[in-house]
Nanobody
Framework: QVQLVESGGGLVQAGGSLRLSCAAS????????VGWFHQAPGKEREVVSA????????YYVDSVKGRFTISRDNAKNTVYLQMNGLKPEDTAVYFC????????????????WGQGTQVTVSS
């Protein structure tokens, strides 16, 4: 069973930065594709970014391209989401998720989920 723990959320002013971390355990980390999702109040959870097990492929939703960067350190069993130029509309709970699919499905097939970390961006 894979356990995922997010950290790094908080309150930041518009234009500021945060770095989220997703620490994984329970399975060889390099077997896992990892995605970051966010869910704002009253809205559906949606994928923000994802990174393939090797790190060779990444995905970003259009609204964060050029502002967010996903990366992974397989030696530390951790995936990071560097968020720059934050906007009030980025306010949400951010979840990391993982799957061990051999193919690349950045938007789905996630079997494992963390508990989430709150990101609040004030205007």
């Amino acid at each position: 069973q894979v356990q995922l723990v997010e950290s790094g959320g908080g309150l930041v002013q518009a234009g500021g930065s945060l770095r989220l971390s997703c620490a994984a355990s329970g399975r060889t980390f390099s077997d896992l594709n990892v995605g970051w999702f966010h869910q704002a109040p009253g809205k559906e959870r949606e994928v923000v970014s994802a990174i393939r097990r090797t790190g060779a492929s990444t995905y970003y939703v259009d609204s964060v391209k050029g502002r967010f960067t996903i990366s992974r350190d397989n030696a530390k069993n951790t995936v990071y989401l560097q968020m720059n130029g934050l906007k009030p509309e980025d306010t949400a709970v951010y979840f990391c998720a993982a799957n061990a699919a051999l193919g690349w499905y950045p938007k789905g097939l996630y079997a494992y989920w963390g508990q989430g970390t709150q990101v609040t961006v004030s205007s």
